[in-house]
């Protein structure tokens, strides 16, 4: 990753020349773009400086200590080494983080839906383990949490349950969770000892605003209605259902997961603003020959991620590889999520700079 940054100081310094020079000074548009560039590769540059300057300090004094004689001086340079070489780590370890692409989208809050797959009620109860886990990890994040809409399992657990969560970086630290989460185990349920596979889904879409997408608020047809209830004293008696219409592009989302006429048209909102994104984004895409295949798919419901056996006392995400995509079921369905979202974003970002590199 570090060899490219020889080439972005040549960038650097070429930009650093277009600023003096008289006739981009002169277009204003020119110049601001290319200011612009500068800044962005400036705090790159000095980290660079520092981090060239400090490996070259540790070559001067390894040399110094291969050809030094004095007791006292060669104590002296293995003193230098060993306070030099922690800063030349952590001065990689920024410079790497500063080179990885950054998703303008992982600053944003999101709506967090889990819902029970295939195995009936033994996939409802999984589903309520998930919301406990990731509960915990949301709460060891300092993030605020609120409950949209719930639908017990008619053994335990949920048939569905759907968060708002919000806080720092919320988006970028869940994205990766969307998908089919696969379950083995010996149901409570089951008298002659077998393991069972069950699954439930998640969903994580980041709460977008009409001005992420190219949307204007008078191409939007609103829809409200009453949404369908089970009956007795929780039925629907308002127009809390809402349903958005794109008219350019004819995308329909709608909501009434929630009582709230205001909750659902955020959630239907976000949901349209989502779809429309997609389009265009696939639109882009297909004008690309070889566009990187993304390290959770689609997300798509059916799309299995991750497994939880419980006999093996394992979790093993499917999309990393090798040592890397096992890890201690007892320790991440309490919440212990941090290892194993940190190699999925390192998986990613070592998958986008290759992608820059190709």
Aim: charged share 30%; no cysteine; net charge negative.
């Amino acid at each position: 990753m570090l060899e490219k940054l020889p080439a972005i100081r040549d960038k650097y310094l070429h930009l650093e020349e277009q600023l003096s020079d008289p006739g981009i000074v002169a277009d204003m548009d020119k110049s601001k773009k290319v200011n612009k560039e500068y800044k962005k590769l400036q705090p790159i540059m000095q980290a660079f400086t520092q981090y060239e300057r400090t490996h070259q300090d540790i070559e001067s004094a390894r040399a110094l200590l291969s050809t030094e004689t004095d007791p006292e001086m060669r104590e002296m340079a293995k003193e230098e080494i060993e306070s030099l070489l922690p800063a030349l780590d952590a001065l990689e370890e920024q410079l790497k983080d500063m080179l990885t692409p950054k998703d303008p989208e992982d600053e944003k809050d999101v709506i967090f839906e889990i819902r029970s797959g295939t195995g009936g009620d033994e996939a409802a109860l999984f589903a309520g383990d998930l919301y406990r886990m990731y509960m915990r990890y949301f709460q060891d994040q300092k993030w605020e949490v609120e409950v949209v809409d719930e639908t017990p399992g008619s053994a335990g657990g949920y048939s569905k349950i759907i968060l708002e969560v919000s806080g720092d970086n919320v988006y970028g630290r869940l994205k990766f969770e969307s998908g089919a989460h696969r379950v083995q185990r010996i149901p409570e349920t089951e008298a002659k000892g077998r393991v069972h596979t069950s699954a439930a889904t998640v969903v994580v879409m980041p709460k977008l605003e009409m001005e992420d997408v190219d949307i204007r608020k008078e191409d939007i047809r609103t829809d409200v209605f009453r949404a369908s209830g089970a009956g007795g004293q929780h039925v629907n008696k308002t127009e809390s259902g809402v349903r958005f219409t794109h008219l350019p592009t004819g995308a329909v989302a709608e909501s009434t997961e929630s009582r709230s006429q205001h909750k659902n048209r955020d959630i239907a909102m976000g949901r349209l603003i989502q779809v429309i994104r997609d389009a265009q984004i696939n639109a882009h895409n297909s004008s690309i020959a070889s566009a990187r295949r993304s390290l959770v798919g689609t997300g798509d419901r059916s799309e299995k991620i991750r497994t939880y056996n419980w006999p093996q006392n394992r979790v093993t995400d499917h999309r990393l590889e090798g040592d890397n995509k096992n890890f201690n079921l007892d320790k991440v369905v309490e919440g212990d999520l941090e290892g194993l979202i940190q190699a999925l974003i390192i998986a990613d970002n070592a998958a986008k700079l290759q992608e820059e590199a190709a």
